[in-house]
């Protein structure tokens, strides 16, 4: 059975800092890795999509990237600012059907506060 | 922008009543799914949906719940007798095709049993 899992599972800093959130998988079998934002209260909004053949994308001051051997994947934020502050899941994708039907598997998440 | 639209935002019950949680997917989109989130926990999935039947299911979707897409635009889920353990936020998501990986999630109904 799949599990994620995400570390830190909290983590405050400062507005302008660079940081690293961490994402692990244990089944390397993956078709995909997505991560999102979910603010208080709220839904889930997609952030970037990594598919199994890819190292990394890109979108903005984003960046995911993906070690599907190693069952790792990371989300890299450039430059913080306080509305940054939201927890971040990451959730992945069993490939042993093609993908298409199947449900993601989550993250607990990292809660994340910058600091203004 | 389409967006994946649910209803109503908050739900509140009496345990053993039926609730239906409403979704209305984004109109192109063919694959539809339900999760849930107990506050606090992770997000679970529950079921997936394609061309009127379901696909895939987890342990979660025991005999209690339900889903149907009863017109072109709709897509519910039912809980026929509902537990104090049923309380979490339901979320639905959509996807348009099976070339197409990415997930779009509804704003989810907050479910409260008392």
């Known amino acids: 059975k799949q599990e994620v899992t995400q570390i830190p599972a909290a983590l405050s800093v400062p507005e302008g800092e660079n940081l690293v959130l961490n994402c692990s998988f244990t089944d390397s079998a993956i078709y995909n890795l997505q991560w999102f934002r979910q603010d208080p209260g709220k839904g889930l909004t997609s952030l970037l999509l990594?598919?199994?053949?890819?190292r990394e994308q890109t979108s903005g001051r984003l960046n995911a990237s993906l070690d599907k051997s190693s069952g790792r994947s990371t989300l890299y934020i450039a430059a913080s600012q306080p509305g940054d502050s939201a927890t971040y899941l990451c959730?992945?994708?069993?490939?042993?059907?093609?993908?298409?039907?199947?449900?993601?598997?989550f993250g607990k998440g990292t809660h994340l506060i910058i600091q203004p | 922008e389409p967006e994946v639209t649910q209803t109503p935002s908050h739900q509140v019950t009496q345990m053993g009543q039926e609730v239906i949680l409403r979704c209305v997917p984004i109109s192109n989109h063919l694959y539809f799914y339900w999760y849930r989130q107990i506050l606090g926990q992770k997000v679970e999935f529950l079921v997936s949906f394609y061309n009127n039947e379901i696909s895939e299911k987890s342990e979660i979707f025991d005999d209690q719940f339900s889903v149907e897409r009863p017109d072109g635009s709709n897509f519910t889920l039912k809980i026929r007798s509902t537990k104090l353990e049923d309380s979490a936020m339901y979320f639905c998501a959509s996807i348009r095709d099976r070339g197409d990986n990415e997930q779009f999630f509804g704003p989810g109904t907050r479910l409260t049993v008392l």
């Open positions: 959730a992945v994708r069993p490939g042993y059907s093609g993908g298409g039907a199947d449900g993601l598997t």
């Open positions: 990594i598919q199994s053949s890819q």
